[in-house]
């Protein structure tokens, strides 16, 4: 177990980084943040020579491979991290300077155990990416097919490890802290950054993703999967199908091949909306850098570290609220918030439709051109707080997906509206999936499951409560307690502990929240 002290000295190279990028002042401005962290946050800087304008993602950059992919995630929160640091956060490039092919081929070969001859005929040496967790490199397989090959980077998953336990450490201190820090449940943003992190170091389970993403778009057309080389792929390589196509970011690109752009923005939108509302499971790193467009006009989506899922009740509430929202119903919207517990009962359902009113109008019929996105989440932002509401993790990253497909879709149709685009298929799936039809053969189906079950509970109820005879019941053993176990009373006392804590976290507090500049 890593001591507190090593803890806190990470904590302090990593908030003096944040300190000389000038992405720690938001915290001593802002009202939410505690006064002796506010206090210890000027001294953590002290000395230091900082920009007119916070650089949050070079600061990110700086700290290492990790803090990119944190700085990525808390980019979707400008609830913790505020609206400014939240844009310069989504700037955030995951490229770094790629690892030796000589380490590369090496750790191809150890992976499978075998020469890497026997594998491919050829592999580019210059990687077509490097990002901070793997690089990819162009390859033909040893039975001619053109390959994408991603190979981890040497030690990663040892340095995520090292790096995550610090962050889980400072945010328990944060959210013990209480009030804003507390609502905000830091603890468990971390908790799911691990989750996706985990995902990621572990190429099979990437492979595995592309596989059922796949599946579940297979009827969808105009949107394709590349295909799993499963006998070349393993946790820590990963070899897929190369991609032939522009990059859906390459505006002038696409309209000088002759790609209808307005067109693909709509299939971009309903191919997530497919994944989000009707799978459950959708790809969630639908940034510009992973989506290419072939001469056919079929988008292709690559890199599928970080996935999504939502249950199906979630999706029943996500579907009513998007098409409550489209249609100026703002009661069944602030009624599906009460009936999720997003919204503690006590406050009045009303009231809450009322405020959501007051964001959702102004947007009503507009193009995304035309909307302040920042105005927007500052509204939906003060609402949380206003009606107590926290933070739902597992709508963390479906918030980042929407925003990134929103995105793309500007660039590609500036005039889109998300809103209307997004209406008849959320209309359509209620209708199918809420609707009496679909409610009845619900009902049918989970009382026949019922059913089906009677014997089994039986057969245990009767093992729980056997009839007499056979051995006797055997007397509970009494609790002996071992010589290595540590008796609960003798605790370690750290010297100035307490004070260590406050300082450190003070002085780093920006390490996983950037700075509440609400």
Do not use: C
Not at 67 to 89: C, F, H, M, W, Y
Request: no cysteine; hydrophobic share 45%; aromatic share 8%.
């Amino acid at each position: 177990m890593t001591r507190p002290a090593t803890h806190i000295w990470r904590l302090l190279k990593w908030g003096r980084t944040l300190a000389k990028h000038g992405a720690l002042r938001g915290i001593e401005v802002d009202p939410n943040t505690p006064t002796p962290v506010r206090r210890l946050v000027r001294i953590a800087r002290l000395g230091t020579f900082q920009p007119k304008t916070p650089d949050y993602a070079t600061a990110f950059r700086a700290i290492g491979p990790a803090a990119i992919k944190l700085g990525q995630s808390l980019a979707t929160r400008p609830d913790i991290v505020g609206e400014e640091a939240a844009n310069n956060l989504l700037s955030l490039q995951d490229n770094l300077p790629p690892v030796d092919f000589a380490e590369i081929s090496a750790s191809i070969e150890s992976s499978f155990g075998q020469p890497i001859d026997t594998l491919f005929s050829h592999i580019d040496p210059v990687p077509v990416g490097a990002a901070s967790i793997a690089q990819v490199h162009r390859a033909v397989t040893t039975d001619g097919k053109d390959v994408a090959i991603k190979v981890l980077r040497p030690g990663i998953r040892e340095k995520f490890e090292r790096d995550l336990q610090t962050y889980h450490w400072a945010a328990a201190h944060l959210e013990a802290m209480g009030g804003e820090a507390e609502r905000l449940r830091p603890r468990m943003t971390i908790a799911n950054f691990e989750r996706w992190t985990n995902r990621e170091l572990d190429l099979r389970r990437e492979a595995a993703s592309a596989s059922e993403l796949a599946e579940t778009m297979r009827a969808i057309d105009g949107y394709e999967i590349p295909s799993i080389d499963w006998d070349r792929t393993n946790g820590r390589v990963m070899t897929v199908e190369w991609v032939d196509g522009v990059k859906i970011s390459k505006r002038d690109e696409l309209v000088a091949a002759g790609h209808d752009l307005p067109e693909l923005a709509n299939r971009l939108v309903l191919a997530f909306l497919t994944q989000a509302i009707s799978g459950g499971f959708f790809h969630a790193d639908m940034h510009q850098g992973n989506l290419f467009v072939r001469a056919d006009g079929t988008i292709v989506a690559i890199d599928f570290g970080i996935m999504g899922r939502i249950n199906r009740q979630a999706r029943a509430w996500l579907a009513e609220i998007l098409y409550g929202l489209t249609t100026g119903n703002y009661k069944r919207v602030a009624e599906i918030h009460f009936e999720a517990q997003y919204v503690p009962s006590y406050h009045d359902v009303d009231e809450f439709a009322t405020a959501l009113r007051a964001v959702g109008e102004p947007m009503r019929g507009k193009p995304v051109s035309e909307l302040s996105v920042g105005q927007m989440l500052d509204g939906l932002f003060a609402i949380t707080r206003d009606f107590d509401m926290q933070t739902q993790p597992h709508l963390l990253l479906l918030q980042k997906t929407m925003v990134m497909v929103e995105g793309i879709a500007t660039q590609l149709n500036p005039e889109i509206n998300m809103w209307d685009t997004s209406a008849p298929y959320v209309r359509a799936w209620i209708r199918d999936e809420l609707g009496p039809e679909a409610a009845i053969a619900d009902r049918i189906k989970e009382d026949t499951e019922t059913l089906m079950r009677l014997p089994g509970l039986i057969r245990r109820i009767e093992d729980q409560f056997p009839t007499k005879g056979g051995a006797p019941e055997q007397a509970p053993l009494p609790h002996v307690p071992l010589m290595w176990d540590k008796p609960a009373h003798k605790t370690r006392k750290w010297p100035g502990y307490a004070v260590a804590i406050l300082a450190g976290v003070a002085a780093t507090f920006g390490a996983l929240q950037v700075g509440w500049i609400g």
